[in-house]
């Protein structure tokens, strides 16, 4: 199946440190989604975006929609201990048939305290 | 706020056993998703369910089939249980086709076959 290019695929850091991540598709979405998985559970809802060029913040965290519709960003300012697990970007072209997710594979990260 | 849950966060079965894998979600969502997810190889779909009693493969059926009598409710069944398909178990529900708010996950089950 289709998937999404996000890289990188982990990342080691100390706790201060500014984070970023992205992704990368061939086609191009109509929106962009960013979760969050906490060790043991199901990912969550961070950050949704809908518009090309758009710009979102969610607390420390911000995420861009790319102007070409085919990558997105999610940055994490001073990250802090709790910011560990994985941190899936997810594609959709909503309406008609097209309307599962395409997720990329994950950014893992860890924090040194 | 939505609530899908997975009926077991652990379970261990043996090879050839027959496993069910329960998910329930309590906001009328149409869609409900079946996912695997693997170090390296993030969330593969296994099977989808855009109304009750239809059901659609994903990127990896193989091994699994699934059934869905009531709405809120999407089970996962891999008829004869083998070591491979030791793995994370997600599912997921959505409003409806293309919802702009994309899927709420369960907690997971963590299933190991010996």
């Known amino acids: 199946g289709q998937q999404l290019n996000q890289s990188p695929q982990s990342m080691f850091i100390q706790e201060g440190e500014d984070v970023s991540m992205n992704c990368t598709s061939s086609?191009?979405?109509?929106?962009w989604l960013w979760y969050k998985q906490d060790p043991g559970e199901g990912p969550v809802l961070l950050i949704a975006?809908?518009?090309?060029?758009e710009l979102t913040s969610n607390g420390r965290l911000t995420a861009q929609f790319g102007i070409t519709r085919k990558d997105s960003f999610l940055n994490i300012s001073a990250s802090i201990p709790s910011d560990v697990g994985i941190y899936f970007c997810?594609?959709?072209?909503?309406?008609?048939?097209?309307?599962?997710?395409?997720f990329g594979k994950g950014t893992k990260l860890s924090v040194k305290p | 706020d939505v609530k899908v849950t997975q009926s077991s966060r652990y379970l261990v079965k043996r090879t050839g056993e027959k496993v069910f894998l329960e998910c329930v979600q309590d906001m009328d969502h149409e869609n409900m998703f079946w996912y695997r997810q693997d170090p390296g190889l993030g969330l593969r779909l296994i099977y989808f369910?855009?109304?009750?009693?239809?059901?659609e493969k994903g990127d990896i059926p193989e091994g699994y089939s699934v059934s869905r009598e009531k709405k809120e409710r999407f089970s996962l069944i891999l008829e004869s249980a083998s070591t491979n398909q030791t793995s994370m178990y997600l599912c997921?529900?959505?409003?409806?086709?293309?919802?702009?708010?994309?899927?709420?996950f369960g907690s997971g089950t963590r299933l190991t076959v010996v």
């Open positions: 369910s855009y109304d009750v009693k239809m059901k």
């Open positions: 086609s191009i979405f109509n929106t």
């Open positions: 997921a529900s959505s409003l409806s086709q293309g919802t702009l708010r994309g899927y709420t």
């Open positions: 975006l809908y518009k090309a060029g």
């Open positions: 997810a594609g959709m072209n909503y309406g008609g048939s097209q309307g599962n997710l395409i």
